[in-house]
């Protein structure tokens, strides 16, 4: 019978999972509730009887399964512990080998969780083809994940590919969910886009139809943007000449073929990435081979692919 194994993506609200054949094929993914209750400590048994359950639904035992991969919302080690996961409540200890003896022994393999859908992605997503490339999530905050030679690169403890954190904007007085100041995630997530609109609308007097809106976000400044609004329009370019900088400066470091823009912000297509790809462009001029900018196509499923893809090799 051809092996299969289990790929999970924990975010803060829901756990994804998926039951991939050997050969990738994803037959089945579900989902249940990230129970944070206690320091989040009925997550791992939550998922331990979710896969119990679905396997038993599907006729297949634990015996089955190569393994399980597990994306987690925090730096993880290549032994897969963790010194916290600020969204679920961890702190320090391995989710990796708990999982494993909640499943009687079943090999777990665990990686950041925008490494890990990166590793998805290079798989079987918008990055197929290449080797060698960094993907950045536009969301809430700013993601990332750095694959070099088809394979996780996390660095010396685990924050390796945290792009979002990167000092990009001087003079910023205002402190990032970090801790620091003058993080990319500030101007470049969907959060940042809104914030730099909101900064212009208060500092310019000229006409805009993000005027008067309430709880301005990301789609009114995109959505104002591509009709043609100059304000908008002048707070985008703002947000993806800083996010051309940062990739230009990442480009200077580890040279990758490709950078995959994903998240939420990622559905404006074309008209975000042309322009993230003018400022990197501009801004790496050594690199005369440049890097493609293109986009994720994966969506939600890349995590459970990419944990996934960490048992299959």
Known sequence: MDQKCIGVDIGGTSVKLGLFQGDGTLLRKWEIPTRKENGGAYILEDIAASIRRQLSEEGLALSDLEGAGMGLPGPVLPDGHIEFCVNLGWKAGNPQETL???????????????????????????????????????????GGGVILNEKIWT??????????????????????????????????????????????LEKEEGPSSLRGIRNLNAKNVLDAAKAGDALALKA????????????AAVTMVLDPEAYLIGGGVSRAGTFL??????????????????????LAELGNDAGIYGAAKLILG
């Open 273 to 294: 990435t042309d322009r993230i790809k003018t400022y990197h462009d501009q801004l790496s001029p050594m690199a005369t081979k440049k890097a493609d900018i293109v």
């Open 155 to 200: 660095g010396m403890q685990g924050v390796g590919g945290e792009i979002g954190h990167m000092h990009i904007v001087e003079g910023e007085v205002e402190r990032c969910n970090c801790g620091g100041f003058g993080c990319l995630e500030q101007v470049a997530s969907a959060t940042g886009i809104a914030r730099v609109a909101g900064r212009l």
């Open 236 to 247: 985008l370019d703002t947000s993806c000449y800083y996010l051309g900088w940062a990739l």
């Open 100 to 142: 494993s003896g909640l499943l009687d022994g079943l090999p777990v393999k665990s990686g950041n969780d925008a490494n890990v859908a990166a590793l998805g992605e290079m798989w079987q997503g918008g990055g197929r083809g290449y080797k060698n490339l960094v993907m950045v999530t536009l969301g809430t905050g700013v």
